[in-house]
């Protein structure tokens, strides 16, 4: 995550004009452009210099040497947790979600496609509604592959044909006759049982066992949210392709290439969005986001509590979003599921 530094209060008034007026026009932004833009009463050269300090601390940049400036992660981190609470979403928007959503939620998995399409749309982002509708199956069996260095993959094989993997770090490199005993352990304590009983049975293990062996099971007990949670059905919705002329960084390989390698690949969208269950609102954005290949793009999710549709709603997409709108809408859809139905 890249390091926070102080900045004085005009500092933070001035970097946060400039993100606002970034995220409209989508083009970098020169001090004469700020100080018309919003009536400044400074010099060029004074909003020059503060604008200079900012950019030595690290939240701007000049994408050229003749160019404005731009935020970089630390600005947009700073202009979204500037951002507090939003408020209530104004009527329009509000007649808009109920219009779109409907009135019935018996069937969560149209909800979950309106919902996502919802969002996409109205952000001209990736629309993203993850939704956990019940047990999830029982273990058919866990596969260790390991990758370079101490990294490795572990595949939980469900018995109706599905399959769960995540990326894990398992401290060190194992020889491979290790890596085999490990699984072989784990499948003689999880095999043929309910997902939702696999995480204490491997605790089980952690209690009684040592070595090596041991080592390995606890790294795959952390993440043992995301792999025997109850499954998770996930819809998504992006357009952006056929709406690039909307977006200029959605013509930028750097953000569109990620973007569509996300597309399709159920599992890469649920490592992304791993461990924002249940934590109301996150914002992830360029380096902060966990996932390798993502250091474009923000993650804005918003947890549903609870209820026939409990789950996720999110949006991924540029760096240059308007976050304002994104939370508006992902608390205003959230709470738009969660209206008791007549």
Same mark, same amino acid.
Request: some cysteine; hydrophobic content about 35%; glycine content about 12%.
């Given at each position: 995550?890249? &390091? $926070?530094?102080?900045?004085?209060?005009?500092?933070? &008034?001035?970097?946060?004009?400039?993100?606002?007026?970034?995220?409209?026009?989508?083009?970098?932004?020169?001090?004469?452009?700020?100080?018309?833009?919003?009536?400044?009463?400074?010099?060029?050269?004074?909003?020059?210099?503060?604008?200079?300090?900012?950019?030595?601390? @690290?939240?701007? !940049?000049?994408?050229?040497?003749?160019?404005?400036?731009?935020?970089?992660?630390?600005?947009?981190?700073?202009?979204?947790?500037?951002? *507090?609470?939003?408020?209530?979403?104004?009527?329009?928007?509000?007649?808009?979600?109920?219009?779109?959503?409907?009135?019935?939620?018996?069937?969560?998995?149209?909800?979950?496609?309106?919902?996502?399409?919802?969002?996409?749309? %109205?952000?001209?982002?990736?629309?993203?509604?993850?939704?956990?509708?019940?047990? *999830? +199956?029982?273990?058919?069996?866990?596969?260790?592959?390991?990758?370079?260095? /101490?990294?490795?993959?572990?595949?939980?094989?469900?018995?109706?044909?599905?399959?769960?993997?995540?990326?894990?770090?398992? @401290?060190? $490199?194992?020889?491979?006759?290790?890596?085999?005993?490990?699984?072989?352990?784990? =499948?003689?304590?999880?095999?043929?049982?309910?997902?939702?009983?696999?995480?204490?049975?491997?605790? /089980?293990?952690?209690?009684?066992?040592?070595? /090596?062996?041991?080592?390995?099971?606890?790294?795959?007990?952390? &993440?043992?949210?995301?792999?025997?949670?109850?499954?998770?059905?996930?819809?998504?919705? !992006?357009? +952006?392709?056929?709406?690039?002329?909307?977006?200029?960084?959605?013509?930028?390989?750097?953000?569109?290439?990620?973007?569509?390698?996300?597309?399709?690949?159920? =599992?890469?969208?649920?490592?992304? %969005?791993?461990?924002?269950?249940?934590?109301?609102?996150?914002?992830?954005? @360029?380096?902060?986001?966990?996932? +390798?290949? %993502?250091?474009?793009?923000?993650?804005?999710?918003?947890?549903?509590?609870?209820?026939?549709?409990? @789950?996720? %709603?999110?949006?991924?997409?540029?760096?240059?979003? /308007?976050?304002?709108?994104?939370?508006?809408?992902?608390?205003?859809?959230? $709470?738009?599921?969660?209206?008791?139905?007549?």
């Amino acid at each position: 995550m890249p &390091e $926070r530094i102080d900045i004085s209060p005009i500092e933070s &008034e001035m970097l946060d004009l400039l993100v606002d007026l970034h995220i409209e026009t989508g083009s970098p932004v020169s001090s004469r452009t700020l100080q018309r833009r919003f009536r400044i009463p400074a010099s060029t050269a004074q909003i020059r210099g503060i604008l200079h300090r900012l950019e030595e601390k @690290g939240y701007l !940049f000049k994408p050229h040497v003749s160019a404005g400036r731009v935020p970089s992660d630390s600005g947009y981190r700073h202009y979204v947790d500037g951002l *507090g609470t939003v408020g209530a979403p104004g009527r329009h928007l509000v007649e808009t979600i109920r219009t779109r959503l409907g009135r019935e939620n018996d069937d969560v998995r149209d909800v979950m496609m309106r919902t996502s399409r919802l969002i996409g749309e %109205l952000t001209s982002c990736m629309g993203l509604m993850v939704g956990v509708p019940g047990p *999830g +199956g029982t273990v058919g069996r866990l596969r260790i592959v390991q990758r370079e260095g /101490s990294r490795g993959l572990v595949v939980i094989e469900i018995r109706d044909g599905r399959d769960r993997s995540v990326d894990i770090d398992l @401290g060190r $490199r194992h020889r491979a006759e290790i890596i085999s005993r490990a699984a072989q352990i784990m =499948n003689e304590r999880i095999a043929g049982y309910p997902l939702e009983e696999a995480h204490e049975r491997l605790l /089980s293990f952690l209690r009684e066992g040592s070595g /090596s062996e041991r080592e390995i099971a606890a790294a795959v007990a952390a &993440e043992s949210t995301y792999l025997f949670s109850a499954d998770y059905n996930l819809e998504y919705y !992006f357009d +952006g392709i056929d709406r690039s002329s909307m977006s200029t960084e959605l013509t930028d390989p750097r953000v569109l290439t990620p973007l569509v390698r996300l597309m399709g690949r159920k =599992n890469l969208i649920l490592e992304a %969005l791993r461990g924002r269950f249940g934590r109301g609102t996150v914002v992830t954005i @360029g380096r902060e986001n966990r996932l +390798g290949g %993502l250091e474009e793009l923000t993650l804005v999710t918003r947890a549903l509590p609870g209820g026939a549709c409990e @789950g996720l %709603l999110g949006v991924i997409g540029p760096m240059r979003m /308007s976050y304002r709108l994104v939370l508006t809408l992902l608390d205003g859809t959230a $709470r738009e599921l969660q209206r008791p139905r007549t």
